[in-house]
């Protein structure tokens, strides 16, 4: 085989390093385009893909040696399981290490538009010290906070919000009423929270059922003046112009973003001039320990993979059901050498 390689998507951190680097060389990719990155996988045991960046089938194929894709955080829409999968590569993931950290951040910027705290710091700096008499100031307290989404992040925005005594309301079609009431939420339908909620807030996953799913259509429905928050995948959202529709007609009265349709995003779109915008480049899941946990869970599994193993995150079990000719090729491969020779 060579010098075996490990293809990483982006810098990872040295804890990754140190656990990966025995395996493989570790390789970083200048460019994450599909044609560049097709042309890194001969030779590649392993991929290591930093967020969402596209892994598509033609890259898959690409890697003859490839044994084992890892994927940085909850999701991995941007891999093509399928291809993955019938090749038998498995998709190790990272779901609920940056759990808290995106709830963390979900209420750091929901509490920064309610206060307007990026309007009125920059209204400091330049001098205008009355703009306190003139801006109005929301209260968390009391408001109605509507979750779309109570996966691991989803819940954890709702245990945090409890804490400013405000009534929270979720959709989940896969979460039962008594789940969500433990939960402290009440289990409403898409609709009804739409037109119920004063601040809306993105956790759900991306899928067929999903992409899209806050559309114009849904925008009529939103309560008058309301706050939408995403901090789960862009495509949740039709598009940055639906949102910016909604800030201008007044149906939103602010929107915070930590994720974007394509990412990076275009700065380009008006909605990155709008003063009731808060914009982060999805990074709520990077803090300290939050980054620990994930680059540690995710090189874990792919040693786990590489070691012959079945790890506990895994985007595609079945490849490792069935007889021999079923198993990962890692552990086909493993059966007749070392990974260490």
Known sequence: MGVRRIVCTGQVSPLAVNILERYGQIEIASKTDERSLAKLMPGAIALFVRGVTPVPASVIESGQDLLVIG??????????????????????????AGARSVAEGTLAMMLSLIKRVPELDCKTRSGEWHARDKTVIG???????????????????????????????????????????????????????????????????????????????????????????????????????????????????????????????????????????????????????????????????????????VPTNVANPEVFQGPLSGMPRSQRFISGSTLSS
């Open 71 to 96: 994927r940085t955080g909850t999701g991995y829409d941007n891999i093509d399981i399928a291809a993955a999968t019938s090749r038998g590569i498995p998709v190790v993931f990272t779901p609920g």
């Open 139 to 309: 209260d968390l307290q009391g408001s109605v906070l509507g979750i779309v989404g109570l996966g691991r992040i989803g819940r954890e925005v709702a245990q945090l919000a409890r804490a400013f005594d405000v009534r929270v309301i979720a959709y989940d079609p896969a979460v039962s009423k008594e789940a969500a009431k433990s939960l402290g939420a009440e289990k409403v339908e898409l609709t009804d929270l739409l037109k119920t909620a004063d601040i809306i807030s993105f956790h759900s996953p991306l899928n067929k059922e999903t992409r899209g799913m806050f559309n114009r259509q849904r925008l009529g429905m939103v309560k008058k003046g309301a706050i939408l928050l995403n901090l789960a995948r862009g495509g949740l959202m039709e598009s940055l112009d639906v949102i910016y529709e909604g800030l201008t007609t007044g149906q939103l009265s602010a929107a915070g973003l930590d994720v974007y349709p394509v990412e990076p995003p275009d700065i380009s779109h008006p909605i990155f001039r709008h003063p009731n915008v808060l914009l982060t480049p999805h990074a709520m899941a990077l803090s300290v320990k939050s980054s620990q946990a994930i680059y540690s869970m995710v090189s874990k599994g792919m040693v786990d993979v590489l070691e012959g193993r």
